[in-house]
């Protein structure tokens, strides 16, 4: 069964540093992982994804992530944190034979708390 | 990337009543629409998928006739809660997928409906 682990449900980093925020995933078949944000009472926002190729895929708000197909993970970073990076991050896997309902499987999210 | 409208954003609605919220794809056509609950600091829960022209798929513990879904254009599904109650109070979100996706294309998502029953 496919599924998607989120380790830490809180992750605090002080503004400037690098944060680092965990995922590790289950699938049979090469992966395709997405990280997507939802700040309060707001919709989920498109990150960055992974299908294929270079292992570290960057995306908006600079932040990237590294593909580890020997550990199955795909932690999220960005070098220096800002505090309007605080939010709520889910980490998504979809496997290759995801068939017509195309189901996203999530992680129970992150709450990323950035202090000034 | 591509634009999922939600409407309403917030809707307060009155026991034993029903209430329709609305999923637009505005710029793309949607094969594929997703329904999601979510309670405050929780993950997503998906409730449904819903094709286009066809009946929705429930979630196993999702009670389809209380959350009735209807796909009927490739840019508008919609999620009626019938006889709300106020357990069904919570964030209800939307997303969508591409006409011909593939796996690795990306579902964008709706700006969510705050749904509270009183």
């Known amino acids: 069964a496919q599924s998607v682990a989120q380790p830490e449900d809180q992750v605090n980093v002080a503004e400037g540093n690098p944060l680092t925020v965990k995922c590790t995933y289950s699938?049979?078949?090469?992966?395709?992982l997405f990280w997507y944000v939802q700040y309060p009472n707001r919709g989920l926002q498109f990150l960055l994804k992974y299908i294929t190729g270079d292992n570290l895929v960057k995306g908006s708000y600079g932040f990237e992530a590294e593909f580890n197909k020997s550990q199955t993970s795909f932690h999220l970073k960005k070098p220096s944190a800002l505090v309007s990076d605080s939010a709520l991050y889910f980490c998504a896997v979809r496997g290759p034979n995801a068939g017509n309902n195309r189901k996203l499987i999530w992680g129970l999210g992150t709450s990323l708390a950035v202090n000034p | 990337g591509a634009v999922v409208s939600q409407h309403p954003s917030w809707v307060i609605c009155k026991s034993g009543t029903s209430v329709k919220i609305e999923c637009r794809s505005l710029?793309?056509?949607?094969?594929?629409m997703f329904w999601y609950r979510q309670f405050p600091k929780q993950s997503l829960m998906l409730m449904a998928t819903?094709?286009?022209?066809?009946?929705?798929?429930?979630e196993q513990g999702v009670e389809k006739d209380k959350f009735l879904i209807n796909h009927a254009s490739l840019t508008l599904s919609t999620l009626t809660v019938t006889s709300a109650h106020p357990e069904d109070s919570s964030f209800y979100i939307c997303?969508?997928?591409?006409?011909?996706?593939?796996?690795?294309?990306?579902?964008?998502f709706g700006e969510g409906s705050w749904l509270t029953v009183v």
């Open positions: 819903s094709n286009e022209g066809s009946k929705a798929t429930y």
């Open positions: 699938v049979s078949g090469n992966p395709y």
């Open positions: 710029d793309f056509q949607a094969t594929t």
């Open positions: 997303s969508a997928d591409y006409v011909g996706s593939l796996p690795g294309n990306t579902i964008y």
